[in-house]
T-cell receptor, first 115, second 109 residues
Framework: KAGVTQTPRYLIKTRGQQVTLSCSPI?????VSWYQQTPGQGLQFLFE???????NKGNFPGRFSGRQFSNSRSEMNVSTLELGDSALYLC??????????????FGNGTRLTVT | AQRVTQPEKLLSVFKGAPVELKCNYS??????LFWYVQYSRQRLQLLLR??SRESIKGFTADLNKGETSFHLKKPFAQEEDSAMYYC???????????FGAGTILRVKS
């Protein structure tokens, strides 16, 4: 099976712009989670979608949003970009709704640079 | 609140030496604990989870609820073990993981 695919791999944006990142989970996986990774804060949970519904949300401002489509593909959007949004954004998928049943599989990430 | 603490940013050992990567957690319920590993230029991947009670690549980790710890151990380190190791915690619901800051393991020859 193909792994979790994230596009694009790299993005450079200017402050104030918005950006959309895409994640294609492993075939058959219904849960998609997003994480932000920075040198200062490490890996932080953004949100999780399961069967097109947001189930969990981390402590990020409303500028960060996401959605999941019927084919389980997911997108996350960041509006009004700030310099501090520069990070590696990781997507992870799982076949089940709980980590008790199945672990997460991570993509390679999208490296976002805000100038 | 859920919290995971990995006190060491960097652990450097010689090949063949024992390894112990420390992880302490804070969670009021019944957590599930994981160790994820990221080798150079590779994606983050699961190493092991406490409910499986497995030994993966010679690594083991035991959940100690009294000490709220989930330390990762290997009796004899290999150079290919050099990587970033993350301890992570999940609650009873959903796939939200709380990660520790990570520990870089360097195995010297």
């Amino acid at each position: 099976k193909a792994g979790v695919t994230q596009t694009p791999r790299y993005l450079i944006k200017t402050r104030g712009q918005q950006v959309t990142l895409s994640c294609s989970p492993i075939s058959g996986h219904r849960s998609v989670s997003w994480y932000q990774q920075t040198p200062g804060q490490g890996l932080q949970f953004l949100f999780e979608y399961f069967s097109e519904t947001q189930r969990n949300k981390g402590n990020f401002p409303g500028r960060f949003s996401g959605r999941q489509f019927s084919n389980s593909r997911s997108e996350m959007n960041v509006s009004t970009l700030e310099l501090g949004d520069s990070a590696l954004y990781l997507c992870a998928s799982s076949p089940s709704g709980s980590s008790y049943n199945s672990p997460l599989h991570f993509g390679n990430g999208t490296r976002l640079t805000v100038t | 609140a859920q919290r995971v603490t990995q006190p060491e940013k960097l652990l450097s050992v010689f090949k063949g030496a024992p390894v112990e990567l420390k992880c302490n957690y804070s969670y009021s319920g019944s957590p599930e604990l994981f160790w994820y590993v990221q080798y150079s230029r590779q994606r983050l991947q699961l190493l092991l989870r406490h409910i499986s009670r497995e030994s993966i690549k010679g690594f083991t980790a035991d959940l100690n609820k009294g000490e709220t710890s989930f330390h990762l151990k290997k009796p004899f380190a290999q150079e290919e073990d050099s990587a970033m190791y993350y301890c992570a915690l999940s609650g009873e619901y959903g796939n939200k993981l709380v990660f520790g800051a990570g520990t870089i393991l360097r195995v010297k020859s």
